[in-house]
Structure formats: C-alpha cells, structure tokens
Nanobody
C-alpha cells in the first residue's frame, strides 16, 4: 500500500502564490502517473494537473499558465506551484497516484487533501 500526504495549503490573497507538496511512502515497485485534483464546496472533484514518471505534464485549462506540477522521484515527492491564485481556486486539493506493487498489480491511491483558500 502507498500512502500519500499533502501539505502546503493555507489562506492567501488573490494574486498570491502557494506551493503544495505530496509525499509518498509505503510498499511499491513503481510510481507511475501522479495527479492533483481539487474539490470546491458543493462541486465535484476535478482534475488539475498530471505528471508522468518521466516528467510529461498536462494541465486543466483553468490553471494552465498559472500552476506548475513537478516531481522528485528520489525524494518521493510531487509539488504543485500555484501562482496568480484566484478566489475560484479555493478548494481542497488532493494528491493521486497510480503505482505498481512488487507483484505487478496496479493500484491507485489518494491523499487526505489540503485546504487552499483564496480571498478576494
């Protein structure tokens, strides 16, 4: 099993920046794609960004040009640098990852989430 722990959330004014981190640990053979999702109050969870094991990235249109996803496979972390934050970015942000167990079975894991609040 892989555990994902997010950190870095908080309260920031519109136009400000925050950096979220996701640390992973546990029994795994390989971590594949990693993603950030977010869920605003009363809304469905939505995709924010993804990064493949070799660094290929993709972003939701709503954050493109403002957010940057990165990962450090040696440190076992994934980050989300968020610049130019808007009130509509307010949400709980979740880390998500696909991984392989030593047996070869594929699994998916979620973190517990970290709150980001952007004031206008």
């Amino acid at each position: 099993q892989v555990q994902l722990v997010e950190s870095g959330g908080g309260l920031v004014q519109a136009g400000g920046s925050l950096k979220l981190s996701c640390a992973y640990s546990g029994i795994m053979f390989y971590i594949n794609d990693m993603r950030w999702y977010r869920q605003a109050p009363g809304k469905q969870r939505e995709f924010v960004a993804t990064i493949a094991s070799r660094g290929v990235t993709n972003y939701a249109d709503s954050v493109k040009g403002r957010f940057t996803i990165s990962r450090d496979n040696t440190k076992k972390t994934m980050d989300l640098q968020m610049n130019g934050l808007k009130p509509e970015d307010t949400a709980v942000y979740y880390c998500n990852a696909d991984y392989l167990l030593p047996s070869g079975s594929s699994r998916n894991a979620w973190g517990q989430g970290t709150q980001v609040t952007v004031s206008s």
